[in-house]
């Protein structure tokens, strides 16, 4: 070829050297370049399509570059330029609740330039892994935004409810009755409606990270003094500030309308290092005195500020675990809504023929009338049908998991937060609610203790004009009983009392007054002073336990004294009547196994104990112990009355008292001693008859065993008694032992 032929070729552009437009041969080139299949020179680009990296007659294939995958795995993030979270943000407050001297937090040097040295640490590398959202505070206007989203008011009502709900109870110590003081506080502290106010503080720390409680006495309106200190109720302050009845109510304030004024930040070691002094509320400035400050989630010095001077709202605290269960939610319903494609097998390219359009309508009407109830009508040979299903499994796993998280951050059982019980075998969330309910109360302790404290004591001053330090607070457990729980509880209780009484640890007097002034008691507010006399009954044995102690104090006759020996007296009969006027009984019960209860100086050697002489203690009579002791019984006196027979004291002491004798046949059976009875007196006679003493009362040497135990029918004893020896029988009108009764004739023992 000639020169000048070939400069001429060379001269023509390459789109006009391949035959194609300057577009479609740029396009080639691109497509090219992108594949990686030739290089961006003028030489490749003027190559036909076929000839770009790919075989004759197909399309070039796609390849994903180094560059490409290195853009890809660079996080998204939109350019922003790095504040400094440490100092306070102007739009921290609203305009009216801020002073007119300055739209931002009063800052001194110090803290500038504590703030700008936090600000340079965190800049840089730190704020790149936290991300600002995480760290910064978000201003109170975010905040409330998020207090209306279902799942962040969930947390602040269950917290506000649960430290509520059960409230305190005010008691007091020493041994003075206030009852009536009491009273009149409780009126009083529901009259100011403590109870709700402290539920909607609660409200605030959680949204917001602090809250504040008004205390108005009048004064709401007078700039001056707002600015003046009242005290904490108890100081000489208060005594000259607060007069009775001046207190008018008490008021929850958000703290988006409290702004910090004066503060410490130039002396750490001073004790109120970063705490405001006073507090400026749209144009009044309050004293702290008078706006209580609540923060339930200290957060360090240095961020102090930019807070406002308050705390960590639990808000901030859950929001990362909330969002990522609004994700999951919304990623799972989505799923759910679209879970299947359907699909249509046909020759796509009819699509490029004349009449195309008819296929694309087609599926339109598919699309618009697709239903379980409708029809689709395909070419059996050229066309298929078919529909590509997403696995559902697992999904609702990922959801519980994404509210576990959001439970494990705020501190909430998921029983409280949800409302839904566990589900499986065993499955129980009783150690979950203990352990939540110990949070309360720790939450109940650090939050309220303080300044409800205080509240109190300004009502007392506001009734009384002085405060009573002997009454005080508690706070109500929250965890209660059921009737099965609270009678087992109680029956325990009883049980250990009794056991105490019969070791005489504690006498039934202290547990009576233990009893009266249990609040949770149906005997709380029994005089325990107050005992009943059963004089009658506990001389014969039958005395309820408890009840004051007393003897024998007969006008006629002396007490018998025994020294180291003391007598059991036990009852029973049955009659008929000889010529001679003798009343005979052939087969009487006398005694029986079981326990019985005795005064401490009625049993032998009782000092040797160390029993109260004047206390009731339970003895168990064993029936092996009767069995070895039955001879002993026969032929003893019978008595009008209970006194210790001797040799050496029957002619001065024994004989007028004598009535009859017992006879030889004494037996024991179960659970019963018995023997015969031969009465000879006409008097004693005529008040067996009569009924004035129809039972037999029996007395017996006896050696204690101090071995507390329980009989088979649950009775509890102190001790047993043990070598029984027989003494005498005498007639009362009631004895210690059921079913030792004379009987009419005919009657059955």
Same mark, same amino acid.
């Given at each position: ?76 993030r ?12 102007p ?43 995480n ?24 917290f ?94 958000e ?26 509320v ?37 929001? &990362? ?62 066309e298929?049908?078919?529909?590509? &299903? ?40 009783e ?6 309910y ?18 109190i ?65 149906v ?17 014969e ?5 408890g ?16 020294e ?7 009852r ?178």
């Amino acid at each position: 070829m000639a020169a000048h032929d070939r400069l001429s070729v060379e001269a023509q552009a390459p789109w006009e050297a391949l035959g194609v437009s300057r577009a479609t041969y740029y396009r080639r080139k691109a497509i090219a370049v992108a594949a990686g299949t030739v290089a961006a020179t003028a030489t490749d680009a003027t190559a036909p399509p076929s000839a770009l990296g790919s075989p004759q007659g197909t399309k070039p294939a796609f390849v994903v570059t180094d560059m490409m995958l290195a853009r890809a795995r660079v996080k998204r993030r939109k350019p922003t330029q790095f504040v400094n979270p440490f100092l306070p943000s102007p739009l921290l407050h609203p305009p009216s609740a801020t002073p007119k001297r300055g739209g931002t937090l009063a800052q001194d040097q110090s803290l500038c330039d504590v703030g700008n040295w936090a600000g340079a640490g965190l800049s840089g590398m730190w704020a790149g892994l936290w991300g600002a959202e995480n760290i910064a505070f978000p201003g109170y206007a975010f905040l409330s935004a998020l207090a209306q989203v279902a799942e962040y008011r969930r947390i602040g009502e269950v917290f506000s409810t649960e430290m509520t709900r059960k409230w305190i109870k005010l008691q007091a110590s020493g041994d003075e009755d206030k009852t009536d003081r009491i009273k009149e506080l409780t009126d009083e502290l529901t009259r100011l409606g403590v109870q709700d106010q402290f539920r909607r503080v609660v409200l605030h720390d959680v949204w917001f990270g602090r809250s504040h409680l008004y205390i108005d006495f009048g004064t709401s309106e007078d700039r001056d003094e707002l600015k003046f200190p009242i005290g904490d109720g108890r100081d000489e302050a208060s005594r000259l500030k607060i007069k009775p009845g001046s207190l008018k109510y008490i008021k929850a304030i958000e703290p988006l309308w409290i702004y910090p004024t004066n503060y410490n930040s130039t002396n750490a070691l001073s004790q109120d290092w970063y705490e405001p002094n006073s507090w400026f509320v749209q144009g009044y400035e309050v004293h702290v005195s008078r706006l209580l400050k609540f923060v339930g989630r200290e957060i360090p010095d240095a961020w102090k500020p930019a807070y406002s001077f308050g705390g960590l709202p639990l808000t901030m605290q859950v929001k &990362a675990r909330v969002d990522h269960w609004l994700r999951t939610n919304q990623s799972v319903s989505d799923l759910t809504h679209s879970f299947s494609v359907s699909g249509l097998k046909t020759d796509l390219g009819a699509a490029n023929m004349e009449g195309a359009e008819q296929l694309f309508k087609r599926a339109e009407m598919f699309n618009a009338m697709r239903d379980n109830s409708g029809l689709f009508l395909l070419n059996k040979e050229t066309e298929e049908f078919f529909n590509v &299903a997403t696995p559902l499994g697992g999904l609702s796993e990922l959801q519980a998991q994404s509210l576990e998280f959001i439970c494990a951050a705020s501190g909430l059982p998921l029983l409280k937060f949800t409302g839904i019980s566990p589900s499986g075998l065993n499955a129980t969330s009783e150690f979950e609610m203990k352990s939540w309910y110990e949070n309360v109360h720790a939450y109940q302790e650090q939050l309220f203790r303080p300044n409800l404290t205080t509240v109190i004591n300004f009502a007392m001053l506001n009734i009384w004009g002085h405060t009573d330090p002997d009454i005080t607070f508690a706070f109500e457990p929250l965890h209660s009983l059921d009737e099965v729980q609270l009678a087992t509880v109680r029956k325990t209780e009883s049980d250990t009392h009794q056991t105490y009484v019969d070791l005489g640890a504690v006498s039934p007097e202290e547990v009576r007054r233990a009893i009266a002034g249990d609040p949770d008691s149906v005997y709380q507010g029994l005089d325990p002073d107050d005992l009943p006399d059963l004089r009658e009954e506990e001389i014969e044995g039958l005395a309820i336990k408890g009840a004051t102690p007393v003897i024998d104090p007969s006008d006629e006759e002396a007490e018998p004294s025994a020294e180291d020996e003391a007598f059991a007296f036990d009852r029973a009969s049955i009659r008929e009547i000889d010529v001679d006027g003798r009343l005979h009984v052939g087969s009487c019960n006398i005694s029986r196994e079981g326990c019985a209860p005795y005064l401490g100086r009625e049993v032998p050697s009782w000092e040797s104990f160390g029993l109260n002489p004047d206390q009731i203690y339970m003895f168990y009579r064993d029936p092996l112990e009767l069995r070895q002791a039955i001879s002993s019984f026969n032929k003893m006196p019978i008595l009008d009355r209970h006194w210790p027979a001797f040799g050496d004291n029957f002619a001065s002491e024994v004989q007028r008292f004598v009535v009859g004798a017992t006879g030889e046949s004494a037996v024991f059976e179960p659970p019963y001693l018995k023997n015969s009875l031969c009465v000879w007196s006409a008097d004693a006679i005529d008040l067996i008859q009569s009924g004035d003493k129809c039972e037999l009362s029996c007395g017996y040497r006896w050696v204690p065993v101090l071995e507390p135990g329980i009989t088979a029918d649950g009775v509890r004893f102190a001790g047993r008694m043990t070598q029984l020896q027989g003494n005498h029988l005498a007639l009362v009108d009631r004895g210690r032992n059921p079913g030792c009764a004379v009987a009419q004739e005919g009657e059955d023992d």
